[in-house]
């Protein structure tokens, strides 16, 4: 199976499967003005919840290169973020914590890349696409906390 079809069904099951993420890992965290009143509390969805889902697809991940397992792992949180983000609201709110876990994903996505990859153009490239994504979350979150109730 094409990778590209292993993603597209993955951002399919996770939009199927939607449960508000409240943190990427240990580090991504939505600002609280992107979680509305109505969010479910849980935290990162654990892997045999994703292992039950890539199975439900046709997709034994265990079986898939490791960078693309930490991909789809890191794709099953930020996914249901943007989601969640999105869903509020406020129009500039919506759009400033959708995009936040949508830039999270191009983070890790940067990151697995650096951690598995060896063609210097594109490290150089993750390298730029992680500064650029942290500064402009950055902004997002200082413009929330100073705009957003």
Known sequence: MQISKVIAAAALGATAFYVPASAQDADFQLPAQ?????AMDHGAMQGD?????MGMMG???E??????????RRMMISMPA??????MEDADVAFACGMIAHHQGA??????????GDDPQMRALAEE????????????TTWL???AS
């Open 59 to 61: 997709m034994d991940l």
């Open 145 to 147: 906390a100073e705009n």
């Open 82 to 87: 943007m989601h969640e983000g999105m869903m």
């Open 34 to 38: 992107c979680i509305s009143a109505t």
């Open 107 to 116: 983070i890790d996505m940067a990151q697995v890349l650096l951690a598995h």
């Open 129 to 140: 696409i992680i500064a650029a994504q942290v500064g402009e979350i950055e902004q997002m």
């Open 63 to 72: 079986t898939m290169p490791e960078h693309v397992q930490e991909n789809m």
């Open 49 to 53: 919840q994703m292992g039950g889902m």
